[in-house]
């Protein structure tokens, strides 16, 4: 089910990343970490009780060199774009200041529920700071400090409040959900097209509508499939949109809410850094996995070129080694009815669920195979195994001492695994536990 989101806006410094980190606790770096840039995370999971949800600092999103009241707008824009709640934060040690009154003039115009921080409130003697922003038009502010960490539960509470009934028939086992993501220019939107066999561009951008209007219904052979966030790949023109922060963002919030993730490549351009990296994300996510190689039509002798790039691909994708490969045109539209067959089974295979006792045999002639490692003397046991969830497959393994489970033992199980069930183009996990 798709979580509710929650954006921070603001001036510069007012805490915005301050109050993400607090919020986001532990520190998982979802953008990698590059040495000078601060703020490596822009959009991650939060939670507030029982509740989860997304939550984006669209201060991370920087525009290069344009002014700051340009930054504001298109952060705030974001937020409006992109959030169900928007916690606008302010400075309770200055007062509202001009900028404060941009940011509120926009957020004032669109529909969305904004709930208001006053952050650097770090004692009670502060509180009564916090009156006057009334005066900005949001209702009751609320007092924060993020240093402190004090008041966030009052904030939070007052924010999942505004959450929106999300629709349940999102949770629909039949249909498929599946996205598209790669680098600029690989062909996404046009292969989008090509499977809903219309030339013009699909979703329309009608101001006002909910998000999940930008999903894509279709239905072929009685299957039932939704292309997520479609109307997120065309170019809207916005000056954020082309940032490579704003596209990661989007990307990972499309994955989320996927069962199947197509990774494109471009034949024409070849494999790229940018690409693997993309792919990336949709395998940490646990997705189901298509690589689809794009714009083949401009390659020239096809069979002999195929196996080449295959190689290529397999070389530098290894990590995502059980992700089927389709070659297409989007534009010629040659072989573009393989892709969704290919979509159906990954589905299929991220969702099965095995029986334990044929499981249990598959474990056991793979340890007649190949006996367990030991470890300074010490043998790994493996009891036995049960398949504990799906969407990814994940697996269990009780043994004498987790520890002793060493990489390439695992490895060897998956394989076993994969050769008897088959799961192409799912990922699946094992754990090692002590069997207590
Ligand atoms: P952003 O630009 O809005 O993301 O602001 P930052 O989170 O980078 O914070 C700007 C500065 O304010 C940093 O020096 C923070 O340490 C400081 N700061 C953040 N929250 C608080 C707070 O609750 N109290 C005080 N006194 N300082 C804070
Ligand atoms: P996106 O940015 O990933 O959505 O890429 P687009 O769908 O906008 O495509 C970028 C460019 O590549 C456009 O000029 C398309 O016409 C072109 N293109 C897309 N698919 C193909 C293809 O299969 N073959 C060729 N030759 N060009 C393609």
Redesign the pocket.
Known sequence: MRKSVVAIVGRPNVGKSTIFNRLVGERISIVEDTPGVTRDRIYSQAEWLTTNFNIIDTGGIELGDEPLLVQMRAQAQIAIDEADVIVFMVNGRDGITGADEEVAKLLFKSNKPVVLAVNKVDNPEMRENIYEFYSLGFGEPFPISGTHGLGLGDLLDEVVNHFPELDQQEVDDETIRFSLI?R???????LVNSILGQDRVIASDIPGTTRDAIDTPLKRDDQDFVIIDTAG?RKRGKVYESTERYSIMRALKAIERSDVVLTLIDA?TGIQEQDKKIAGYAHEAGKAVIIVV??W??MKIEEKTMKEFEDKVRDQFRFLDYAPIVFL???TKKRIQTLLPKVVEASENHARRVQTNVLNEVIMDALAMNPTPSIKGQKLKIFYAAQVSVKPPTFVVFVNEPELMHFTYERFLENRIREAFGFEGTPIKIYARRRT
């Open positions: 790669g600029p220019n690989v062909g996404k939107s046009s790949m024409e794009n714009k039509d401009t045109s989007a534009k």
